[in-house]
């Protein structure tokens, strides 16, 4: 086997036997790695994370804490997730910004003829089935990205975008639920009461 395809001989009681996961993959105890799944080399994850069946997880790609990868879902490298991130089932994260399968002259691109960009997505943040994120964007804190979606441009906190190409179409709480308007610019959650205000397109919680 080449030296750059290591891969684990015997996978421990966190990662399922048929799953692909590099030697050099960080995995905690706590998190888990489920059937086919492939993990590649140096990627990086924080703890009670779970990568669902025939999931893909980038090289270098670096997950925090509570992080849920739905099955088949594809995290290319070099996304950055922080943590209680939610992955939707087989949506897919991009990395190319200009994509081609062949230089000009015609010859097979390699990984040296491109360079890759990443999708960054904030704490807390979900992106829903079949959703795609199209590099490079970012994904603010507690923003839901509606299922069938394609961001092709930066979602700010808290927000709820949904289309192609997705637009915010309301906000949401850290519940996930819709916020409801309060009046003068205020939010409110109807599942767990906290407070927001929006300000120019930005919006922000109220401290006690």
């Known amino acids: 086997m080449p030296p750059h395809r290591k891969l684990r001989m015997t996978a421990p009681s966190h990662i399922h036997a048929t799953a692909d996961v590099a030697e050099s993959a960080r995995i905690p105890e706590s998190s888990r790695v489920w059937h086919y799944a492939q993990v590649r080399e140096d990627a990086r994850l924080g703890e009670n994370c779970v990568i669902g069946r025939g999931a893909y997880i980038g090289t270098g790609v670096e997950l925090g804490d509570n992080c849920k990868v739905q099955n088949y879902a594809l995290v290319y490298e070099p996304a ?51 959703a795609t994120c199209v590099a490079p964007v970012t994904i603010g804190r507690w923003a839901l990205v509606g299922s069938g979606s394609t961001v092709v441009k930066d979602v700010p906190d808290f927000a709820l975008v949904v289309g192609t190409p997705a637009r915010r179409i309301g906000w949401v709480g850290k519940a996930g639920v819709p916020l409801a308007a309060d009046g003068d610019g205020f939010w409110r959650c109807p599942q767990t009461g906290e407070r927001f205000r929006e300000s120019d397109g930005v919006l922000t919680e109220e401290t006690a």
């Not at 943590?83 to 000009?104: K, S, Y």
């Not at 040296?112 to 999708?119: Q, S």
């Open 80 to 130: 950055r997730l922080a943590n209680g991130v939610f992955i939707g089932p087989a949506a897919v994260l991009t990395n190319d910004q200009f994509p081609r399968a062949v230089n000009p002259d015609g010859s097979l691109k390699s990984a040296h003829d491109w360079e890759p960009v990443g999708v960054t997505i904030g704490e807390g943040a979900a992106i829903g089935a079949s």
